[in-house]
């Protein structure tokens, strides 16, 4: 079993940044994968970012990409979201994401998820 606590959501203007974080405990061992996806209101949940626990090929949203970074540390088992010139349409529950193996990436399923923190961006 692993655990995904999210940290670092809040209200931000627009053009701010903030940064999430990730920590993972647990089974942490055989870790494939992380990720971040995000769910407005109404809406359905979608992928952000997602790096590997061991490489260094990240994958972003075409929504996202230029403005925020996925990056880890994996003595600390956590993993980061800098979200900077962020937008109002950027407000959403933000959500980490875990995938033990590459079948779990290529289906876009992970197998665990964090409880999701919020993010609003006032305009």
């Known amino acids: 079993q692993v655990q995904l606590v999210e940290s670092g959501g809040g209200l931000v203007q627009a053009g701010g940044s903030l940064r999430l974080s990730c920590a993972a405990s647990?089974?942490?061992?055989?870790?494939?994968?992380m990720a971040w996806f995000r769910q407005a209101p109404g809406k359905e949940r979608l992928f952000v970012a997602r790096?590997?626990?061991?490489?260094?090929?990240?994958a972003y949203a075409d929504s996202v990409k230029g403005r925020f970074a996925i990056s880890r540390d994996n003595a600390k088992n956590t993993v980061y979201l800098q979200m900077n010139s962020l937008k109002p349409e950027d407000t959403a529950v933000y959500y980490c994401?875990?995938?033990?193996?590459?079948?779990?990436?290529?289906?876009?399923?992970?197998?665990?998820w964090g409880q999701g923190t919020q993010v609003t961006v006032s305009s």
């Open positions: 790096i590997p626990w061991r490489g260094v090929t990240t």
């Open positions: 994401a875990l995938y033990k193996s590459s079948v779990a990436v290529v289906n876009g399923r992970p197998d665990y």
């Open positions: 647990g089974d942490t061992y055989s870790n494939y994968a």
